[in-house]
């Protein structure tokens, strides 16, 4: 299984509706995740950190983390034509000889129908 | 507060060439990572500075290189460029580096091609 895995997409939303994005991950990866957020021709930007089971809402996002399950999900809720993006997941990675660094999911290509 | 500033944008090399990114990053933030992007892997993580030290590496040969400054500024070099190193590379800086639940804030990237 790889580290960080997101389905590609793209997945299309309807103006208003709730996109939902999920993540799920590797035990190579450790409890700490971040969801960004990448335009066309652009750097990621941080939306989410999460660090500990459960939820937390941050305007219109909401990050969800399952430790038992392995997975992570972002919720938006009242989507713009602006939330259309491709979304990182990326968490914590370790290996036998240390530290990884972030590792990144491939990403999920939102787009969100006016 | 300026963001992390990278340069230069875009770059054109041949095979066998060498080249060197630049990467300046947040005022205040200590740690500087490096980033590979391409279509089909993702990014990637190359390796994390730390007061001028290399304190993680990612899963990249050797050609790939880099060193921190006392400024925290970071140059990133790849030697005997292939072809598969045509990407953008992103750099992100952040206050402690990602292990202290520090997010990472990205530059605008150097997208590199190789000919």
């Known amino acids: 299984q790889k580290e960080v895995e997101q389905n590609s997409g793209p997945l299309s939303v309807p103006e208003g509706a709730i996109a939902s994005l999920n993540c799920t991950y590797s035990d190579r990866v450790s409890q700490s995740f971040f969801w960004y957020r990448q335009y066309s021709g652009k750097s990621p930007e941080l939306i989410m950190s999460i660090y500990s089971n459960g939820d937390k809402e941050d305007g219109r996002f909401t990050a969800q983390l399952n430790k038992a399950s392995q997975y992570v999900s972002l919720l938006i809720r009242d989507s713009q034509p602006s939330d259309s993006a491709t979304y990182l997941c990326?968490?914590?990675?370790?290996?036998?000889?240390?530290?990884?660094?972030?590792?990144f999911g491939k990403g999920t290509h939102l787009i969100i129908q006016p | 507060k300026a963001g992390v500033t990278q340069t230069p944008r875009y770059l054109i090399k041949t095979r066998g060439q060498q080249v060197t990114l630049s990467c300046s990053p947040i005022s205040g933030h200590r740690s500087v990572s490096w980033y590979q992007q391409t279509p089909g892997q993702g990014l990637q993580f190359l390796f994390e500075y730390f007061s001028e030290t290399q304190r993680n590496k990612g899963n990249f040969p050797g050609r790939f290189s880099g060193r921190q400054f006392s400024n925290s500024r970071s140059e990133m070099n790849v030697s005997t460029l292939e072809l598969g190193d045509s990407a953008l590379y992103l750099c992100a800086s952040s206050r402690q580096g990602w292990q202290q639940n520090s997010p990472l804030h990205f530059g605008n990237g150097t997208r590199l091609t190789v000919t």
């Open positions: 990326a968490g914590e990675g370790y290996s036998g000889g240390g530290a990884d660094g972030l590792t």
